[in-house]
């Protein structure tokens, strides 16, 4: 095959993975007056996770069976919502409620860990909307939803434009090699056609690629994170007259419904069917990918919303779980769902907390891992310089 090798590019850091962590790392890092690299191997920013998720800015509600968890579940979010405000919406109204079965919380201990955490839960005793056989308690709470797709559209706009940036996308690292002070890196493009071969060199590395994390930790010759990936589906409803309104029913047999953002849009996951697939290999390994398929390999992910072997949706399922806590006059219509790999860290078994953690795994030349909880946590990055 043959290779095309241009003249050697020169940055202070390479960020690898354009998605909201990353595009706030090269952002922040350029900001400094860095010269940054950003690779992504798809055609687009923001494909995966950043884009797929339930675009809930959590305040602590989730998880009622934990307080530090809830606790630093908010951590940056007053500064995220303040940055972010075009692209937040704050007028839904939000409910949480209880399951009369099955259920690890209660209403005591909920209302004190509202008490404790001083975010606002009123109890209402009368809806319309809800079916209270079958809710125990339900409440009116405060929650905002950020918009994945303006966030989209805001990043991926200031990383091309902003000077000291170089995005790169389509783009993948094909081999690492260190000295003391450097990286040596040759990049290829990731689609199809003659790859083109081009050598970057820095002394940082930061890797932001989520479900791939582990990959190209092991490109680069250090150790993995102790992850588990699951293929997860969101699902996008609409309803006449829950329009604009949320539900999370918690605390185990966890159902939710939220805005997305400002879209209009009502999105649908449930613990129990949202997660199609699990792999508790540090690679996201799944039986749905194939050798004979370059587009999606546990070394090298891909978009799973456009793979035709991505698992049959689960909407009805989930709609039919959430239906029981409503009124019969509510109905909801499933429209279409989208789907990604959601990593996790293996430790988050103990206490379901969703932490951004950031390692320097190797000091000479540095490389960084940022495995990325929550999108309000972006600022974690900062940590860094
Ligand atoms: C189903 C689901 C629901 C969620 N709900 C919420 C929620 O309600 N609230 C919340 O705050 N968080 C939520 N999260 C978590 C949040 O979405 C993630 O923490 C965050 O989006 C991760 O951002 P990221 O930039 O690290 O990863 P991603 O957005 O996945 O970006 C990683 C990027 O790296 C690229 N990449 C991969 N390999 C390579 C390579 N070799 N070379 C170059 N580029 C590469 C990928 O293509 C991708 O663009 C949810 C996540 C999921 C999956």
Redesign the pocket.
Same mark, same amino acid.
């Given at each position: 095959m043959t290779f095309y090798l241009r003249p050697m590019q020169r940055f202070d850091f390479v960020v $690898?993975?354009?998605? $909201?962590?990353?595009?706030y790392a090269a952002l922040y890092l350029a900001g400094k007056g860095a010269r940054v690299a950003l +690779?992504? @191997?798809?055609a687009r920013?923001? =494909? @995966?996770? *950043? +884009? #797929? /998720? =339930?675009?809930?800015?959590?305040s602590g509600y989730h998880y009622p069976r934990s307080i530090a968890t809830a606790a630093l579940s908010d951590e940056h979010k007053e500064r995220f919502t303040a940055e972010h405000r075009r692209f937040v919406n704050f007028t839904f109204e939000k409910y949480y409620a209880i399951d009369r079965f099955g259920s690890f919380t209660d209403p005591l201990q909920f209302e004190r860990f509202c008490r404790y955490l001083n975010i606002p839960c009123e109890r209402i005793f009368e809806h319309n909307l809800f079916n209270f056989n079958r809710l125990e308690a339900l409440y009116r709470t405060e929650e905002y939803s950020f918009d994945p797709v303006l966030l989209r559209e805001f990043y991926s706009e200031k990383v091309e434009k902003t000077p000291g940036i170089s995005v790169f996308k389509n &783009? $993948? #690292?094909d081999s690492a090699t260190a000295d003391n002070k450097a990286w040596s890196l040759k990049i290829k493009n990731?689609g199809p056609g003659v790859p083109e071969l081009r050598s970057l060199e820095t002394a940082t590395v930061i890797n932001? &690629?989520?479900?791939?994390t582990n990959?190209?930790n092991r490109l680069f010759g250090v150790d993995d994170i102790a992850l588990t990936h699951e293929i *997860?589906e $969101?699902a996008f409803i609409a309803s006449p007259r829950f329009a604009a309104k949320g539900l999370t029913v918690m605390d185990g047999p966890f159902g939710s419904i939220?805005p997305y953002g400002l879209s209009g849009l009502l999105s649908l *996951?449930s613990v129990a069917y &949202?997660h199609h697939k699990i792999s508790y290999d540090n690679l996201p390994r799944f039986d749905c990918q194939t050798a004979d398929d370059p587009r999606c390999r546990p070394e090298?992910?891909g978009i799973c919303t456009d793979c035709p072997r991505r698992p049959e949706s689960n909407a009805y399922k989930m709609l039919a779980q959430m239906r029981q806590y409503f009124s019969e006059s509510v109905r909801f219509q499933h429209l279409f769902s989208y789907y &990604? !790999? @959601?990593s996790k860290l293996k430790a988050s078994y103990i206490d379901d907390g969703?932490p951004?953690e950031i390692s320097m795994l190797r000091a000479e030349p540095r490389f960084y891992c940022?495995?990325?909880? @929550? !999108? /309000?946590s972006i600022y974690e990055v900062e940590k860094i310089v």
């Open positions: $690898i993975g354009g998605g $909201i962590f990353g595009c +690779l992504e @191997k798809e920013l923001f =494909q @995966k996770a *950043s +884009l #797929v /998720n =339930q675009a809930r800015l959590h &783009t $993948i #690292v990731s932001a &690629t989520y479900a791939a990959a190209v *997860s $969101i939220m *996951s &949202t090298a992910p &990604t !790999i @959601k969703r951004t940022l495995f990325a909880g @929550k !999108i /309000n």
